[in-house]
C-alpha cells in the first residue's frame, strides 16, 4: 500500500491529525515475494496517487532511495524531478557514480552542487551532535526544502522502508515531522502528500526489487555510508582540506577491504597531531584509525581479525599516497563501548 | 678512564675552553669485560677524584643512573647524596620500587615530591617539543640545579654512557652544556667538576656493571621509558587527571606484553574524543593508542604482529577498568613515517 498522507485542509494543528486513522503498516517478505508484480502494483498505485500532478525526491546514491527513484521514473517519467544533492562531504566518485548509473537506465537526475552551504554550516562545530544536526538540517531547510518548494510539486517521493518507521510512531507523525524538517509549515503547506512504495519492506527487499529494477551491482556493493557522509569521519571542525584527506583514505581503505566479508569499514581522520618522519625530519603530522566491524545487526560489534599484511599494506598506501598522515592505527575495541563510527 | 672534566678559573669564554685537549673516549666492550675489576678501577678512580669532597647525582631509575648510583656509593658512601625527583609523570609505582630496590641494597636516596613544579610547567602546553622543554627545563633549572647549589657539592655524577656522547661533541662542550642546564654559569662556578665512570660503556656493558653490583632484576627489566615520562605518552596538554589516566593504562599494558619480546611497547592517551557506549547511553570519551615496535636499534622499527586475542585483551581490560576510555586502537605504521613515541 502506499502510506496515503495526511490531507490537512485547515489551520488547525489539531485538525490535522483528526480523523485519521494510523494504518498498521503490513511487511512483505523478501522470501517468496513476487517482484515483477510488486513492481507493476506500485507504478500503478504511483500514478493512481498523483494523477496529473508533478512529483519530486532527492536521490542520495543509496539503495532506498536509488530504488525508489527508479520505480517512480517508471511510473511517471519526466513528472518526476530527482535532485542529487552535492553536499561535498561525499565519497570519491560517489556523484559521477550514481549519475551514470542512472544515465544508462535513461533517467536524467539533476546534480546540485551545494557543497558551500554544507561547509558554511559545519564552520566551527566540533560536538558531534551538532555537526550531524548541521548536516541534517542543511539538507532539509536549507537546500532540499527549498527545491521541493521552488519545483512547485506537491507530491514529495520517499524511500522509507519498514526498518526505518520501526522505531517511529507511523504514519501521521512521521510525515508531519518530514514536513517540518523541510521547513514546510503542515497547517499551511496545503496539498503537500508523501509517497512511501517501499514502506512494506526491508532492505533485503529492496535490493531484491533494485535487481528486479535493472539498477547496477555497484549500488547494492558499497559498504553502507551514514547520514552525515564523510562529516562523520572526521574529528573536530569539518573543513574542505580535511574531507579531502578523510575522502583519500576512505578511498584506499574500502578498496583493500573490498573484499572481505565486514559488517562495516571505515577511516576516520583524527584532529589530534601526532609526531612523524619524512625525509629523516621530524614533522607533526595527521593520524587516520581504521575500522572494521564483524556484526549482525550493529547492536554489538567486533573489531574484524584482519591480517597484518593486510593492515600494514593499508598503513602504507595511506602514508605514501597523503603526505599530511605519518601514522595509522586500527581499532581493537568492542561495541560497546565503542561504537561503530567515532562521529 | 674519568672524564676531567672543565677546569674553568677565569671570566673568559674562550679562555674556558683554551689550551683543554678534548680526548678521545676508549670503548670497553661488553664481551669479554672484566666486571668485578672493572668496578674497583671506578671505585678507586671516584675516590682519588673527590678526595674529601661532597658529591650529588640524581636518580631516574634508570639503568644508567641506578649503576652510577650504586657505583657511587660503593665508592662513597654517605659522601653521595642521591636525589630521586618524583616529577609526579612518572609509572605506576616507579618511585617505590626504586627506593626499595636501593634500600635492599643499604643505599639511602631522598625523594624529592616535585609533581607540583612539574604540572605548573606543564600547563597550557601542547606542542611536543615545548613539552619535552618544560620538563628539561624544570628537571635541571627548577629542581635538581637548586639541590646541587644548596647541597654545596662541587661534584657531580652522571650515569653517561658511550651512546649519549656519540652524536655529540666529546667532553668539555658537553660538560660546558651541562652546567648550562643546570642554570650554574660555569664561568662563575669555579670548581665544579663532573663524573661520569660509565663513559666508555654501552648500555649491555651497562647491566652487566649492575649485575656485578648486586642491583635486581626489576631495573633492567622495566621497558625503556623517555625522559618526558608519561607527558611523552598525552597528546595536547599535560593534567595531573590525564597522568592518572594513561598511568593506568599504561600498567595494564605493560603488564599484557611483558613476556612478549618486542623493542618498546607503550600507551598514549589522545586528547581527541570519540563516541562510545555505557550502559546504552551515547557518551563521548577518550581513547587510548597502544604502540608495541620490533627493531634492532630504533632507527626503523615495524610493529609487532600481536594475537588479536592479546590486542582485544588489552582494549576489554582498559575499557573495563578505566571509565573515561571507550575506545582502543593499536597503530600498524612502521617508522618511518611513524616515530616510536607519539610527542
Redesign the interface.
Known sequence: MLDSGPTARNSNANSFLRGITVKKIKEIKASGMNVKKFIETKVLEIRRAVSEGQVVNALSGGVDSSVVTAIGHRALGNRLKTYFIDNGIMREGEGAMVAAAFKKLGIEIEVVDASGAFFSALRGITD?EEKREAVTQTFYKDIFGKLVVKSGAKYLLQGTILTDVDETVAGIKRQHNVFEQLGIDPEKAFGYRILEPLVELRKDGVRKVGRGLGLPESIFKRIPFPGPALAARV??EVTPEKIALVRKATAITEKALKDIKAFQYLAIL?????????GNK?I??NQI??RCWESLDARTA??T?LS?DV??G???KI?KEIPE???????????????I???
Chains 1, 2 share one sequence.
Do not use: C, Q, W
Open positions: 558531534p574529528i573536530g583524527h584532529e589530534d597531531r601526532v609526531t612523524g618522519m619524512r621530524r607533526f603530522g584509525e581504521i567486533r573489531p581479525r597484518f593492515l600494514e593499508i598503513a602504507t602514508t598522515v605519518v601514522s595509522v592505527t586500527y581499532n581493537i575495541t568492542s561495541k560497546p563501548t565503542s561504537t563510527e567515532a562521529v
